[in-house]
């Protein structure tokens, strides 16, 4: 068993009752146990592990005991070739947790003779320059206040735009995920902050591509959650919750994942230390200060608008959390859509058809009703020249390779790719009736008809949805929609903002008019609008029903 004195006091903490964390981090601790800590074939490098604590501790604070437990695994080696157990770290807490402080300190480390290693450069990257400055700014002011006669001068340059070791040539910048390339540094760590903001795996691809020149190379994704739904923290989430239970034993990822379990755990200040570790006690004297600054946010929420609740819930205890009033479904709920197809052979659908503009984005698709399930199969046609011309954040051409949308190159989204849709489904499922509002069927209704379908016109699309409104927030709550595993249909749904109109109707509408399409959502509605007319007395048909 492999023994460590920072690692077994921080979970003795927990064992005791001394202090609360996170389910995720009780599973970690049984991740560790049953995974790693049982392992003979590795080692904690701790002369080293040390020399970073009274590193740290001299030249900028006394560091707490999770961050101990944390940066131990981060020296924390096989026998056996002598690299990192841990090349990935995934630290998702509160703000004021001090994740910027903790990865200051460690890149500090890293490019110090302390370590070990020359040449060991390392990139900080974030969305905007002042978040990625934060930690390279934090550094360069320790050793400008160090002094021109101090050790820490002597041992580095230091920049606005890079710090140096003057002794073993390791480099410490910054970059912005916009940039395309990176400089061409032979990195040995890369710390990608505030993940939150990534739309998609783009710039940790830019950024891992880099590493394995130097030896020991590391990756640290730092942030607390934020409101971009379905991009790249998402994703890692769903990865460090399959490493944490086991499923991905190859998977070397270290999960540090401290929030609340249940919104409701609000309200008890004893559960705050669950999203921010700082609040173990006993607290320092800088954790007592935030406590009291979180505790006065927490109080005036009473007074305060729900979108006030909402960004001190991501944001001061790391749990999103949505605006039913202003949001069709919560991303658990959007979420729980990704449920493969059942079998739809033999079944009656119902066809949806939506697009604000043949210039940008049109969609089509199928609602089937299986059991208490409404089960919707759809398409995307997407101009190209509307492409070029908006950036969209999403990787819209990664969904058209895995057959989610068609992009086309045409002055205008040719009927004819509609048409040809519900003709190619049609000789698949039993589809005849294709439901859309009176403007935009104007477009496509001759070419439709021609081809044998019924068209059902919504005069006032607007009218349908407060109609709609309350089954709606029904099946998607209950957990009674299927999209199967499609990120554009969650993206649309995700988009739709909830108006209440001053006679309390609902309307579903963009959250961004231009960056925020809704049309595989608006066609789902009114598919669904028609649904009960055309689908709710469908039962299963079996043939040993018949007598021959």
Not at 162 to 189: F, V
Not at 461 to 478: G, W
Not at 481 to 489: A, E, Q, R, S, V
Request: hydrophobic share 40%; glycine share 4%; with cysteine.
């Amino acid at each position: 068993m492999l023994k460590n004195k920072h690692v077994d006091y921080y979970m003795d903490q927990y064992e005791a009752g001394k202090i609360k964390v996170s389910k995720y981090l009780v599973l970690l601790f049984s991740y560790l146990k049953k995974y790693v800590l049982n392992r003979d074939d590795l080692y904690f490098d701790e002369v080293t592990h040390e020399r970073y604590i009274a590193f740290t501790e001299k030249h900028y604070f006394k560091l707490q005991p999770y961050q101990k437990f944390i940066t131990a695994f981060v020296f924390l080696y096989y026998k056996e070739g002598d690299h990192p157990f841990f090349e990935q770290f995934f630290l998702y807490m509160a703000r004021g947790a001090g994740k910027n402080g903790l990865i200051s300190t460690l890149t500090h480390f890293f490019i110090s003779d302390l370590h070990g290693i020359k040449k060991y450069n390392v990139s900080i990257v974030a969305n905007s320059e002042d978040q990625a400055k934060t930690s390279h700014k934090e550094v360069f002011d320790v050793i400008e206040q160090d002094g021109k006669e101090g050790v820490l001068q002597s041992l580095f340059r230091h920049t606005r735009s890079e710090i140096e070791s003057k002794t073993n040539g390791s480099i410490l910048k910054y970059h912005t995920s916009n940039a395309k390339t990176k400089d061409s540094l032979r990195d040995g760590c890369v710390i990608y902050d505030e993940v939150h903001e990534y739309e998609d795996s783009a710039i940790v691809d830019v950024f891992s591509s880099g590493l394995g020149k130097v030896k020991h190379s590391r990756e640290f994704f730092i942030t607390t959650d934020g409101f971009v739904r379905g991009g790249y923290l998402d994703d890692l989430k769903e990865r460090a919750e399959r490493v944490l239970r086991g499923e991905a034993p190859d998977d070397h990822l270290f999960v540090f994942m401290a929030c609340l379990d249940e919104e409701s755990e609000l309200d008890d200040e004893t559960n705050w230390q669950k999203a921010n570790p700082m609040f173990h006690p006993p607290m320092s004297d800088y954790a007592k200060e935030l406590f009291r600054v979180v505790k006065r946010q927490y109080i005036s929420l009473g007074n305060s608008k729900p979108s006030a609740r909402i960004k001190f819930m991501t944001k001061r205890m790391n749990t999103p959390a949505t605006d039913l009033t202003t949001s069709v479904a919560t991303w658990e709920e959007i979420e729980a859509t990704n449920r493969p197809f059942p079998d739809l052979n033999h079944r009656t659908a119902v066809g949806g058809l939506d697009f604000a503009s043949i210039r940008d984005f049109a969609a089509v698709g199928l609602l089937f009703k299986v059991g208490d399930d409404y089960v919707w199969k759809t398409h995307s046609f997407i101009r190209k020249g509307f492409l070029d011309s908006v950036e969209l954040r999403p990787p819209i051409y990664d969904w058209e390779k895995e057959g989610f949308l068609t992009i086309v190159d045409e002055p205008v989204i040719n009927i004819k790719h509609i048409v040809d849709w519900f003709l190619e489904m049609r000789e698949h499922y039993g589809v005849n009736r294709i439901v859309a509002d009176t403007f935009r069927l104007d477009l496509v209704k001759t070419a439709l008809e021609a081809e044998g379908f019924e068209l059902i016109y919504i005069r006032n699309p607007k009218a349908i949805h407060s109609k709609l409104a309350p089954r709606v927030e029904t099946i998607f709550a209950n957990h009674n929609i299927i999209f199967d595993d499609n990120p554009l249909m969650r993206w649309y749904t995700n988009n739709v903002y909830v108006k209440i109109k001053k006679d309390g109707n609902k309307e579903y509408l963009k959250k961004d008019e231009v960056r925020r399409k809704t049309d595989g959502f608006q066609a789902f509605i009114h598919a669904l609008f028609e649904a009960d007319n055309v689908l709710e007395e469908e039962e299963d048909f079996f043939l040993d029903e018949i007598a021959f």
